[in-house]
T-cell receptor, first 109, second 114 residues
Framework: GQNIDQPTEMTATEGAIVQINCTYQTSGFNGLFWYQQHAGEAPTFLSYNVLDGLEEKGRFSSFLSRSKGYSYLLLKELQMKDSASYLCAVMDSNYQLIWGAGTKLIIKP | IAGITQAPTSQILAAGRRMTLRCTQDMRHNAMYWYRQDLGLGLRLIHYSNTAGTTGKGEVPDGYSVSRANTDDFPLTLASAVPSQTSVYFC?????????????FGPGTRLTVL
């Protein structure tokens, strides 16, 4: 079966760094997406990885290891507005997204 | 402002009633999708459309139907609502089907079936 695992909830301090992990087992792989979703709002695109390695985009970075079926999203210099859920999704061999349940990130002052 | 709109924003519905959730995009995207989001679960694909005139079933299609008469609109219909269809429904679109294009989401419809 297809499975995406990520922690349910994480807590971090304003100004700090947090790493949100995602492991996956899917039928085929056409890349991994990270989305941010604030409470009561729509998911919004953060990053896409299809090759192994680190992609940096401002305060956010995303890493992929296809051999390990593993990705992480790294958030630096945390701000209160980063409090949200972070969704990991893998695009399978049919180009459909398989979604994890999301990680709720709580930022404390 | 370009994007995806959904209507209604929220709805309380009696079981057994018929309901259509509306979705419109003005980005001229070919592919459109309907997802439901439930607490503790990932987004699950209900139906999708690769281009106007075609539709396909996703992971959880039972009890739902869709149509794609034109590029912009992709309504989702619940023929006879049941309490298990209580959920938040998101419509999304992407420029091309069968590609790694990013999916863009509408604001969602919160549906409660009593």
């Amino acid at each position: 079966g297809q499975n995406i695992d990520q922690p349910t909830e994480m807590t971090a301090t304003e100004g700090a760094i947090v790493q949100i992990n995602c492991t996956y087992q899917t039928s085929g792989f056409n890349g991994l997406f990270w989305y941010q979703q604030h409470a009561g709002e729509a998911p919004t695109f953060l990053s896409y990885n299809v090759l192994d390695g680190l992609e940096e985009k401002g305060r956010f970075s995303s890493f992929l290891s296809r051999s390990k079926g593993y990705s992480y999203l790294l958030l630096k210099e945390l701000q209160m507005k980063d409090s949200a859920s972070y969704l990991c999704a893998v695009m399978d061999s049919n180009y459909q997204l398989i979604w994890g349940a999301g990680t709720k990130l709580i930022i404390k002052p | 402002i370009a994007g995806i709109t959904q209507a209604p924003t929220s709805q309380i519905l009696a079981a057994g009633r018929r309901m259509t959730l509306r979705c419109t995009q003005d980005m001229r995207h070919n592919a459109m999708y309907w997802y439901r989001q439930d607490l503790g679960l990932g987004l699950r694909l209900i139906h999708y459309s690769n281009t106007a005139g075609t539709t396909g079933k996703g992971e959880v299609p039972d009890g739902y139907s869709v149509s794609r008469a034109n590029t912009d609109d992709f309504p989702l219909t619940l023929a006879s609502a049941v309490p298990s269809q209580t959920s938040v429904y998101f419509c999304a679109s992407s420029p091309r089907s069968g590609s790694t294009d990013t999916q863009y989401f509408g604001p969602g419809t919160r549906l409660t079936v009593l």
